[in-house]
């Protein structure tokens, strides 16, 4: 099958109409003029006639809703409604060739007699789509067949239908086999921290690079919002977008991929989609959701406390989640999330539109904790056979109200005390959480819009061109206020009145120009020559203000305060790229592909100027060779890549900066704050990928294999600055050396389909092998927080954890403790044999970032009704969890560090006597987790007819429902409340994605939601 010229990125729909004039093509308002008159033009004259018909699946004779049904050689077409029906009103001619698209099945095309209206589609299954096209950078994408690396593909219509996801970014982990989220918990407006691959850098973002429809958007995963505490549990701009509106997203995974989007593009690319408008009448979609998000057996899932009585020597314990429901002041409630979403879609002539509007109320599981969102989008687009041309526009306001900047309502609860029941906390910490309800505020508001304008144009059958310009446009104000209360002191220790403020504004604006040009030397040797140039520009102004101490209640503007702090930065990042790429091509089915791309950054040191990233791949579907006899195997196609892309330093650490400072008598001054590095250059990402996709057994089964192996060369390592320059601090150094290794492979299969009844199950696996290879030298030092030993060590993973490790102790008789030996060996990670723990350096506990994720689908279909069930999980990695670590050394309100010398667990006594924090309270975080399951109905053609639609849904979904597997359900007796969630950050601020420190974050919500959705 030949590719349209003008083929849609996912369906395939060529377009085409009368060409312009040369005088017309002259214009520059001719693409104005035109959608006008498309508006203005009549119907079609008597001599044309319509075609109509039904499309089903070949197998089940299920109706096939959403197909989409094209006339060759006009811009006519249709997309099937109820029960598969569609009519197409004005062909030309006597007979016409038609072709009907769906993804998952393959193309049928037919020539059939014009005013025939019962033509009868039947689609037959297509596990692996070669012909589907994949954006990959050039102008027009390739077909699947040619791509010699490895794209998941998200098909966001069907993942709403089985999964109903409550967030965009949290959807994408049991569908990207390799791509893993750092979740912050359940705190309302919270986000999470995506790597693709493991981690790559030491030192910078490891967020993979971020598209919507061609413009390059906000991808921060930890937004800096005074709303959240410490941004450990801040936003990701990822979750802004309506899951509603996105038709198709697509990652890039890895370098080997990703070289023609240059630097930063090492930890990968995201592609998002949206949805456009089809030729034909207007096609209304409407949806409803009313939910119920909570805490499920929250009494269960934090710990008891415990205490001694000083007096009596009685061990006292409180349950303060039970305690206060039986008071009738329960911790936590359950929230109404509510939200309708609605759009129209359709086309005029070559005009084709798409509108939609999406209004939420998200609430959590205390009242303080809600988001109000409006958002909209208008996708536009004119398109004949010479050129197509579009706007693509999105904006969002949202509001966000949390407990701002005070520790989390969890941390009073997890260190509580059975000794504090009778006084003002009610056996909290310090705060009832009825304190955080009346005390202390956070807000958010985000007011942001995204658009962009294409232009695609083909004048020549040797040329298409493509030019994208557009921009994301984010403000963001956030505040976290402590109002200073009549009576001293207050509840909190900032009840003297505090306002913390943060403006934030973002600027993101990408310019793209491609072209393509084909060639066929023969019937079998075609050329493909690709080029472009990009040049991406990232503003951020970040105004920040804090107040101190108001005068009297009910003033709270920073302006009021006794004390007040301002600071404002300004951050710019320029990138410009070039790129040339070469395909070529033997019969279709071995494609052999080269490019080369060079980039300058204005983050570059100075007497560095160029960086250019190479890249081959190769594509053979073999099973299209006439030798081809392997009954049982339908499609093998195998593929193999290599490539580099890179990722800038950060904006000034090549720069040599000087502070303001005061000085003596109060004269301005200047002091040394960033030595800088006039010879620091990118990070550069460099793998090797190799893989194949198979479909088996008529088309039952289907294997996806990637084995990659990735290295990054040149990473940025800080070295101390040497005292003699004047400057204090680290400078950065390209010394480093990282390795990611490891395999994907995702199974698929159709155990049972029928008319009635049908079975599909999935499942994905993937690991990483991450390694600090190289530090040239450096002696690794500490990063992040001191209690979890992080450091980057050669041989081990990035980050990881290096503490003491007691490997034996015991109580003698007395109740003493003795014999407390310690792992010996290297001073840093031991690995040798027991030492007293005085002579021990400290020892390998684990890697913050998970090693395996793993996830399961399975979808059951009996008539009208359809149940979906997805579970994933994680593995292979370690957390201080700072709320058990301290419960034990510190707080004293464990069961186990309560009890007696002699029937404590001696491991733990160790650690508590030589003051150590997170030995106890390290864990193994692994997890698998039911994600979601829903039950469909797809209601009768009748009953939806009889309610005004073409088609209805009732979706009933519950989400984060249960724990299948969890490696540590409990330390020292003391529960692990979720281990899945993580802090994206730390107080120090220098560890970024890779912290392995958790203190106080919200669990999981457990969600249940009831959707109708109905398509008019």
Known sequence: MSVPRFANPILLIPCRARSPSPRERASPWFPVFAVVAALALPSQGAAQQPIGGTVVDAQTLQPLVGAQIVVDGTSLGALAGANGAFLIEGVPGATATIRVLMIGYATWEETVNVGDRAIRVELRTEAISLDEIVVTGTAGGSQARAVGNAVSA?????????????????MLTAEVPGLRLRSVGGEIGGGGAIKIRGTGSLVLSNEPVIFVDGVRVDNRDNVNSAAFVNSRGGPSRLNDLALADVERIEVIKGPAAATLYGTEASNGVIQIFTKRGQQGAPRFEVSMRQGAAFLYDAANKYPVVWGVDSDTGQLLSANLVDL???RGTPIFRTGLPTSVFASVSGG????????SADVLRDQGMVDYQWQNKLGGRSNLSYTTEDFEVGVN???????????????????QL???SPLKLDGPSRGFFRNSHEDYHQYVSGEEEVDRFTGGFYFRHSPFEWLTHRLDVGGDFGNQRSFSLWPRTAQQPGPFRRSIGQKDVVQDRTTLTTINYSATVPFSLSED??????SGVQYYQRKHQITTASGVEFPVPGVSTVSAAAQRLADESFIENKTFGVYVQEQIGWRNRLFLTGAVRGDDNSAFGENFDFVVYPKVSAAWVASEEPFWSVPFVNTLKLRAAWGRAGQQPDVFAATRLYEPATGRGGIPTLTPSNIGNPDLQPEVGQELELGFDASLLDQKLTIDFTYYDQTRRDAIVPAAALPSMGFPGTQFVNVGEVSNKGFEVALGTQVLRSEDWGLDLGASYATTDNKVVDLGGITPPLIGLPWPGQRHVEGYPVASMFMKKVVSAEWDASGDLVNVMCEGGDPIFGGGPPVPCAEAGTAYWGSPTPTWDVAATANLRFRQWTLSATADGQGGYYKCNGDIAWANVFFRNTHEINLPPGQQDPILAAYDQMGFVCQAGAVDSGFAKLRDITLRWDLPSSLASHLGAARATAQLSAHNMFVLWQATRELYGTRVIDPEVHSNTDWRGDVGDKGAYVQDLWPQLQRI??????VF
């Open 1009 to 1014: 939601d009831f959707t109708i959705r109905a």
């Open 414 to 416: 997890m260190w509580g």
């Open 348 to 355: 005029i002539q070559n005009l084709r539109y798409y509108f």
């Open 324 to 326: 206060e429901r039986e």
């Open 525 to 530: 040797i075609t050329l493909e020559t690709s």
């Open 154 to 170: 998200v098909a966001m219509s069907e993942v709403i239908e089985r999964r109903s996801p409550p967030k965009l970014q949290s």
């Open 393 to 411: 526009m999105g904006f969002i306001r949202q509001k966000t109200h949390t407990s701002g900047g005070e520790q989390a309502m969890t941390f």
